[in-house]
Every structure is written in structure tokens, then in C-alpha cells.
């Protein structure tokens, strides 16, 4: 969704008339005829409309982001939780590069067709281990665009997410970090993309736990500072899950096994069976590789990747 359509969307949503919104900088004609993208507008003349409309510049942004965010759901939900094989991303290359033709000027297929390359570099078993070079290569432009992006929105959480499992751990650190500066310019009511955020950096933590324990830790400081503030029970019991899992990947298994434990019976207090039968499993997982990591040090799909998709 454009700009102009956007800002008709949130004029009709605060139910107010073009006159009503109308003064002597923009006349009501002008907001019509800017609203159908007849004509152009000051920087300070619309930022000027959206104070009247009691709109932040941030919450607009939001709104900007969220309208766009459909197209790239309904593409990602043709890969999601299903058996990732070589004919399923074939067909999803091929339905994004008609996409691209069909919007020439967005540059969400562009970003899919880049997690499309990733995943058949991935399929094809070139890729030994990870971090890998042509993974890195293949997704620089979305590295470029993130740097680029002043406030990022659901969109550019999503964005980062769906990629994440091609950058090296330097870089995922970096971004998850710009990530959370750069969500922290919205004001704190927006949840969505506070939530969202939160799933941005469990994600990149469930990979440096395995390759930079450093940066891991570092991201468990930055999300126990942020959820001070914040009264969301269950990302405090995924903290405290995750910190536990950090102690069990640094050699403390009795002591991140306990964290563990407590967090499944805290969500099993709470009624959240299928989560604490979920993370017991993990829990398993987790001890186990800690008590072969000698025997196989590398893994060819990072952890994060393998809980987005499903592979055959």
C-alpha cells in the first residue's frame, strides 16, 4: 500500500472529512487530490495533517509497514511448516519471479527470491557448514537495505527473520542490535512490533548460542534489560528458558538443565501443555548435543533455520 493510500485509510479510520482536516496550508482539495496521487506534498505539510489526525510520524510508519506485510505473509505461509524439498522451492522461485514482474516497484519479491537462492543453495548440499560464503553473497542486498531502513517496522523484523539463518554470526549480531535500536524509536505501545522484535532476537540467539557464546550472552543482557519494562509473562519464562539453554551450550548442563526445567513447569502452570511438552524435547535435544559436540562439530542447517522450515 502506498504512502497517499495509506494516509486515506487512517483519515477514514479517525471518521474526519477532508474539510474537517482541511487549513489554510493544504486545502481540502489538495488533500483529495493528493490522496488519489495527483500531486505531491511538503514534508512539513503532511507531517503537519498527521498531528491534526493526533498521529505520530512512528505510528504512521507502523501503519506503512503493516500494509505491506500481507503480500509477504501470504508468500511465506507457501513454504511454512511443510517439508521444505527441491520441487517445493521451485515452484516458490517460479511464483515469485512472476511476482516480480507483477510489482515492479516493491522490493519484497526481490527479498524472497534471495531466501528462494538460499534455500536451494541449501538443498543442492553445496553448503558443508555455516557460516558459508555464497550464502553471505546471495543476501548482502538485504544486509544493505536493514543498514539502510531509519525505523524499522514489522516489515523489516520479518524481513531479517526470514534471512537470518544466511548471515554469519558477526553480522546477525550486528543486525539483531541495530534491530533493537532501531524498533526502540516506536513509541512503547505498539506490541505487535515490540513482540515481534522479541522474536527477532530469540531467533538470532538460537543460532550464536552455537557459534559466538559471547554474543549470545550479550543478547540474553540486552533482552533481560528490555523485559524489565515490559509485563509479557512468557517472553520472561523464554528468557529464562533460553539462559538455561545458554548455561547447557557453555558447559553448565545441571545448572542450565534446573532454568530449563523451571521455565517447561512454569508454562505448564499456566496451562501451556503443547509449549512445555515443546521445549522439553528441546531441553532434550540440547543435553544431548552438548554431550556429542565433540563427536560433530559442524551442522550444515543452523538451528534458527530448521525452526522456521521443515526439512524432508
Known sequence: ????????????????????LADQNASASFIGKFEKSQTDMSVSRFFNLLEKMHVS??????MLQENQAPYLIRRIHLIDNQAITRELVQEFHDIIKQDQSNRPNDNTPAFLMILAEGLTLLLSKEVKQWPNDQLYVIVKPVQTYLLGVEVWGIYELQIFTLISFMLPADILYLLTKVAIKRVGLYDQSLLNVQSQLMHVIWTSFSTLVYEDLSAAQQLLSIAEKYLIDHIDVTEKITLMFNKGWYDIEAGHIEKGEQRVRTAINIYTSLGYKKKASDLTRQLVHHIKRQEEKNKDTNQMVPVLFRSMFNFD
Open 57 to 62: 510520524q512512528a505510528e504512521f510508519e507502523f
Open 1 to 20: 500500500m502506498t504512502l497517499e493510500k495509506t494516509f486515506y485509510k487512517l483519515r477514514k479510520s479517525k471518521k474526519l472529512t477532508l474539510t474537517s
